[in-house]
């Protein structure tokens, strides 16, 4: 099994940055591909950002410009950070940290089928 567990959701204004981080523990080596998916509220869950084995990161398309993803080791546990700039209401939502064993790989910034979710953590963007 692998643990996941997001942080630095919160209320902020239009315009500022956030920086988000998920880290994951437990069976760390079984994983091919973390990320992170996006839940607003009128929109499917949309995968943002991804990094592979090989540490190839990729994005949406949307993400491009303002997303920047970021990861460390230490001590058995693999962080993923991602750094959001100048948000904007449309930013608002529940952002999730997957992770995706058995060879899976990411395209667009989405992890390919994943096994394992956190519970997220949430951020609103006042305009």
């Known amino acids: 099994q692998v643990q996941l567990l997001e942080s630095g959701g919160g209320s902020v204004q239009a315009g500022d940055s956030l920086r988000l981080s998920c880290v994951a523990s437990?069976?760390?080596?079984?994983?091919?591909?973390l990320g992170w998916f996006r839940q607003g509220s009128v929109k499917e869950r949309e995968g943002i950002a991804a990094i592979d084995a090989d540490g190839l990161t990729g994005y949406s398309e949307s993400a491009e410009v303002r997303f920047t993803s970021s990861q460390e080791n230490a001590e058995n546990k693999y962080y993923l950070h991602m750094q959001i700039s100048h948000l904007k209401p449309e930013d608002t939502g529940i952002y999730y940290c997957?992770?995706?064993?058995?060879?899976?790989?990411?395209?667009?910034?989405?992890?390919?089928?994943?096994?394992?979710w956190g519970e997220g953590t949430t951020v609103t963007i006042a305009s």
């Open positions: 997957a992770a995706a064993g058995g060879g899976s790989w990411h395209t667009r910034g989405r992890c390919y089928d994943p096994d394992w």
């Open positions: 437990g069976y760390v080596d079984r994983m091919d591909c």
